[in-house]
């Protein structure tokens, strides 16, 4: 016993005396930045004064990078401007600026090499880069509280993305504004991440994520791209509470999807609300899908999915689905929807008839979109009317037994009007 004890206090000891090594580094105006990293050692602080440095750094010892009062590290056009094959690595509060834009060799403002776990990258500028962060085979890193902007006046194939993961675990990814870039969030092979409060826009996709799971998407906000969130091939996600709004083509896209809740999120202004294709057991509950041209495109056989407490308000087309056979939402505590027809005589709540997303007027609108100059027309609304009469002229549909009378988001009007510039 006694011993071990000694082995213990020596343990101890060693480990004091290793923390009380560390020391501050303080780089100013003038001086080698790039020198004074390679000097450090583990565990130091390496400070940066406010200034401009010209370095294409490489970290590898764990260490922190920390700006004084927003220094600018630019990499000169050309590679990384940060490279960290480190592990436990902190960087923060500098502008990181200027990568090359060599799509093959993935020039980035901060790549993170792989085994480079545990990083931390916060309050950081980082502008004018191909890539901003690129983060390959790192686990557990934090990307928080970051503006990341690309090569704005480049075309967007010939841009990078602004956060790309790829074969990771644990990341989390917090509070970041990132637009200008060719993906804001590039997402592929990446488990028990978390996306949360980030806003993502002027891009091509907010989120471009793939074979992906067990990942978490809360209070997010994607607009003014070309699609919002486009989950991929993708099972065991939670998407929550974000909002996807004035996108030129869809607000969410689900596709090749299982075993997934989404939930509460707004999906307002897109041309498309959701794209849902091929998506199976999984709870689409609760979201608002307001002013789209189409609330919902769904088709490929999406099936086996519960469908509640949706609100699908003042969409031009509420549902486009392709399918064989009819698709039963709403069995449970129904959706609501702003252009049903029914009534609720027993004051309950809930519609006494049936509401049918696609009928023989939906599917004319579809063929020959003039129709719609019409659609409050007695004509239009008799031709509804024969159709329910004679199902030889009804086509699948999407079903909701009883759907609800009242919205359940009282603040939907707050939402309309918010589409792509332009449109």
Known sequence: MKGAITHLSRALVLWIAGACQAATLTVRPGDDLAAAVRAAQPGDTVQVQRGQYRANLLIDKPLTLRGLDRPTLSGGNQGDTIRVTAPDVVIEGLIVRDSGDDLKAQNAGIYLYPG???????????????????????DDVRIEHNVITGKREYASPQRGNGVQLYNTKG???????????????????????????????????????????????????????????????????????NRAWG??????????????????????????????????????NDNLIV????????????????????????????????????????????????????WDRDGDGMGDVPYEANDMVDRLTWRHPSVKLLLASPAVQALRLVGRQFPILRAPSVVDPHPRMQPGHKDWSEWRGKHFPGQ
Do not use: P
């Not at 990258?121 to 390959?136: A, M, P, Q, S």
């Not at 002013?291 to 031009?316: P, Y």
């Open 291 to 342: 002013d789209n041209t189409v609330g919902v495109h769904l088709s490929a056989g999406s099936k086996n999915n519960e469908v509640e407490g949706n609100d699908l308000i003042g969409n031009r087309e509420q549902v486009r689905y392709v399918g064989a056979r009819d698709e039963r939402w709403g069995t449970q505590r129904g959706n609501h929807w702003s252009n049903y027809l029914g």
């Open 116 to 138: 480079a776990h545990r990083a931390v990258v916060r309050h950081c500028d980082l502008t004018y880069n191909l890539f901003g962060l690129w983060i390959e085979k790192a």
């Open 247 to 284: 996108n030129s083509d869809h607000g969410i896209m689900l596709r090749t999807l299982q075993d997934s809740v989404i939930e509460n999120n707004v999906v307002a202004g897109n041309n498309r609300g959701f794209f849902i294709y091929d998506v199976e057991y999984i709870k689409l």
């Open 171 to 241: 990341a989390q990814i917090l509070n970041n504004d990132i637009s200008f870039v060719r993906d804001a969030l590039y997402v592929d092979v990446s488990h028990h991440a978390v996306f949360k409060g980030n806003r993502l826009h002027h891009s091509r996709y907010g989120t471009h994520y793939m074979n992906s799971y067990y990942n978490l998407w809360e209070d997010n906000d994607t607009y003014y791209n070309r699609g919002g969130l486009a989950l991929m091939e993708v099972r065991d996600q939670v998407v929550r509470g």
